[in-house]
């Protein structure tokens, strides 16, 4: 895919991988980053070129279309959609009460957003020679983690659309969908799950979504990821017990 003179929308984009993923795709192109914090935005977008900052809570019907007029009337279109934005709570379901208003608040942020963006936006990304939609899942969209077990249910759910998304637009559209799936990345989003001890560099992230674009490669597993997603399939049980201890 053609990774030059696009705008690009990217949910979440005021720190951690969203911001690197602006920082990687700014240069040539002209990125929107969106998120609820206007002060983390600003900052975010202050030592870039073309990057545009939009205050916005996604779960917001209204934020929603405020932002796609701004989008359509400021920018004149979207060529790529970045799904990236999430929301997490770190819990044990045998001890933690509560679950239901947690899985609730997840799903909002992880699963409706992207198919409410998505749905907004898609007629815009019709309207393209060559268009994108990016989901980040996790590598707990195929395997759980037991202590965040309703954002695994999320990312399960979220990378199960993805697929069936990618499928229907390929019959008939120029819009291609990608699903992005990292490991635990050293982010402030993950420092509760020790993220900031074992994670990635956000960077690197940033930089197999680039590499996945170009080389039009639909499920982007990066680091760790890829090495689990093979053991996992081939042998389920095993690898949900070695991942989980």
Avoid at 83 to 103: C, F, P, Q, R, T
């Amino acid at each position: 895919m053609n990774i030059t003179n696009n705008i690009i929308l990217i949910t979440g984009g005021g720190s951690g991988i969203g911001l690197e993923i602006a920082k990687a795709l700014s240069p040539a192109n002209t990125v929107i980053i969106v998120g609820r914090n206007k002060e983390k935005l600003d900052l975010g977008a202050k030592n870039l070129h073309n990057v545009f900052p939009i205050q916005a809570d996604i779960t917001n019907e209204n934020d929603i279309n405020r932002l796609y007029e701004e989008i359509k009337i400021t920018f004149g279109g979207l060529n790529i959609l970045i799904n990236n934005a999430g929301n997490a709570y770190v819990y044990n379901l045998a001890n933690d009460g509560e679950i239901y208003n947690k899985a609730m608040a997840e799903f909002t942020t992880n699963y409706f957003a992207p198919l409410r963006l998505t749905d907004k936006f898609l007629p815009l990304l019709k309207e393209q020679n060559e268009a994108a939609i990016i989901n980040v899942s996790s590598i707990v969209g195929f395997i759980p983690g037991s202590h965040i077990p309703t954002y695994s249910d999320s990312k399960a759910a979220l990378h199960s659309h993805t697929r069936l998304l990618r499928y229907e637009l390929a019959k008939e559209t120029q819009v291609k969908v990608f699903e992005l799936m990292p490991p635990l990345v050293n982010t402030d989003f993950s420092a509760e799950i020790g993220g900031k001890e074992n994670g990635i560099p956000a960077s690197e992230v940033a930089n197999a979504l680039v590499k996945g674009l170009k080389e039009n490669i639909y499920e982007i597993r990066v680091g760790n990821t890829e090495l689990i997603y093979k053991n996992f399939f081939a042998a389920t049980e095993g690898a949900f017990t070695a991942f989980n201890n």
